[in-house]
């Protein structure tokens, strides 16, 4: 089978929802240092390399919603699909205390190299399924990690990042105030990082072009297997629906 650096399900769902999910596996492509970054298994499997659940999450708001779902096929640490081109975490050298050997004397042209074969593909994969919607509403699914080394335990079982304020781009305020009438939650607004940066995925997708937008992070150990994923997409479908037709958005 061709390597293809990512994969649509459910194209032609024909809700207003489009669901991306930038760090969806840990595939390294052939192509790349023979498909290896130079770590072991037990590293790969980490949040360094892909968002643990977060395509199990995102597949199955994709059948509840009846939306398509955009998933990256490499891990972030080949590229990272959220990050603007000019970013200088682009292609990570070091992620929280681990080195990636295989990136560690990358070249310019092996980054071009990756930007043309994985990245830019994703990324035209969902500004085509946008293009053929009315008045989208993007949803992008990420998961983050309980703690980082040298850190407290986050306390948030579930996050929305947006931009400042409650215009039309931003939907994620809305979403926080249904998840507020969740009593067995405690919901980050805006952690455990802050909003969008230009150039970012939601940015580039939503933001800019003015798009109903939404990213919502869920904690991992909370999304480690299928039925916790399915659990989550059920949970979090009827609150995103409540809360866009309360939005007027």
């Not at 498909?35 to 977060?54: C, F, K, Q, T, W």
């Not at 994985?118 to 969902?126: K, T």
């Not at 998840?179 to 919901?187: F, G, I, M, R, S």
């Not at 952690?191 to 990213?215: I, K, Q, S």
Request: charged share 25%; proline share 7%; with cysteine.
């Amino acid at each position: 089978m061709t390597y293809q650096p990512f994969h649509i399900t459910g194209a032609d769902r024909a809700s207003r929802w489009v669901i991306t999910v930038d760090h969806a596996t840990n595939t390294v492509p052939q192509e790349v240092n023979r498909g290896d970054l130079g770590l072991n298994s037990e590293d790969m499997n980490r949040h360094i390399a892909y968002d643990i659940g977060a395509n199990g999450v995102a597949l199955g708001l994709g059948e509840l919603l009846n939306a398509p779902v955009i998933s990256s096929n490499f891990s972030r640490l080949v590229i990272d699909p959220n990050r603007g081109e000019i970013d200088p975490t682009l292609i990570m050298r070091l992620y929280d205390g681990t080195i990636i050997p295989a990136n560690g004397d990358i070249d310019d042209a092996e980054e071009a190299r990756r930007i043309e074969a994985y990245y830019r593909p994703y990324h035209e994969a969902v500004a085509g399924v946008l293009a053929q919607r009315d008045d989208p509403v993007v949803l992008a699914i990420h998961s983050f990690s309980p703690q980082l080394k040298g850190r407290p335990p986050r306390p948030w079982e579930v996050a929305i990042l947006h931009a400042d304020g409650y215009d039309r781009r931003n939907f994620g305020p809305h979403v926080i105030k249904r998840l507020a009438q969740e009593t067995d939650l405690t919901v980050g607004d805006n952690e455990p990082y802050f909003g969008h940066l230009p150039g970012d995925a939601v940015d580039r997708h939503a933001v800019t072009p003015g798009l109903v937008n939404c990213l919502i992070e869920v904690r991992q150990d909370l999304i480690a297997t299928e039925a916790d994923q399915e659990a989550w997409a059920q949970r979090l479908a009827p609150v995103l629906t409540e809360a866009l037709t309360i939005s007027g958005l």
